[in-house]
């Protein structure tokens, strides 16, 4: 329980910074793209997300070591702290040791928002209340923020289960970074055949991808009443 519980939090700090870099860029690039279809910016945005989607991210996280790891020192390649993850905190020094890690974790949910988002834009400016909302006046602002409204819901429950893959799918690249988390755990498990630390970590991995789901689904009612239960 020592060792699952550990490894729980390191990754869920991790993927937390991982899919909050994933969902800005993605979200940058998706509205971008949506807003400028057929243009340079769409292509090029188009181009990065798929490159994020099929790029083997294991490959990218070694790129990432020895480029800013051993060419130019900028960060640390392997651990979660000058002392390990017991004593973490939020401050530079360690946030450092996250950067390389959670820059790889998170180019795979930034390329599927990004693809996401740009499709919904794109769609929800061809109905006809955007007209309408332009015709009566608004500032483009302001129909930009009906379109963030209408773009919320699906946006958020795509970030959701990115987020619960995060936790449970980063086995390669926590073993490439040495990261302490649940992926390096089940690495570690599979190779000592540790059968009861492999079921138990893959059991409290299901349940956080089951309690993320039901919370996510209860968000998206609070954003899109259409989709409201009585």
């Known amino acids: 329980s020592d060792l699952v519980s550990n490894a729980v939090v390191n990754s869920?700090?991790?993927?937390?910074?991982?899919?909050l870099i994933g969902f800005t860029?993605?979200?940058?690039?998706?509205?971008?793209?949506?807003?400028?279809?057929?243009?340079?910016?769409?292509?090029?945005?188009?181009?990065?997300?798929?490159l994020g989607v099929s790029i083997p991210h294991?490959?990218?996280?070694?790129?990432?070591?020895?480029?800013?790891s051993v060419l130019l020192g900028w960060l640390p390649a392997t651990g979660a702290g000058p002392d390990g993850s017991g004593s973490w905190t939020w401050d530079w020094e360690h946030?450092?040791?996250?950067?390389?890690?959670?820059?790889?974790?998170?180019?795979?949910?930034?390329?599927i928002v990004a693809r996401t988002i740009r499709a919904l834009v794109a769609e929800i400016l061809s109905n006809e209340f955007?007209?309408?909302?332009?015709?009566?006046?608004?500032?483009?602002?302001?129909?930009?923020?009906h379109v963030v409204k209408n773009v919320a819901p699906t946006a958020l429950s795509v970030m959701g289960l990115q987020l619960?893959?995060?936790?449970?799918?980063?086995?390669?690249?926590?073993?490439?970074?040495s990261w302490p988390g649940t992926g390096f755990l089940l690495n570690s498990a599979i190779f000592q055949r540790d059968f009861p630390l492999l079921q138990g970590t893959?059991?409290?991995?299901a349940v956080f991808f089951v309690l993320l789901n039901l919370l996510v689904d209860a968000l998206q009612t609070m954003f899109d009443p259409r989709i409201q239960r009585n």
Do not use: H, K
């Open 25 to 50: 860029f993605g979200s940058l690039f998706g509205f971008v793209a949506g807003y400028l279809r057929d243009s340079v910016p769409d292509r090029v945005a188009s181009f990065l997300s798929v």
């Open 12 to 19: 869920i700090r991790l993927a937390a910074v991982a899919t």
């Open 95 to 111: 946030i450092q040791y996250m950067l390389l890690p959670a820059v790889t974790m998170s180019v795979i949910p930034m390329g």
């Open 202 to 205: 893959i059991l409290v991995l």
């Open 164 to 177: 619960g893959y995060l936790l449970g799918g980063s086995i390669l690249i926590e073993t490439v970074f």
């Open 130 to 145: 955007i007209v309408g909302l332009r015709a009566r006046g608004l500032s483009e602002f302001a129909v930009f923020r």
């Open 58 to 68: 294991y490959w990218l996280g070694m790129v990432l070591v020895i480029a800013f």
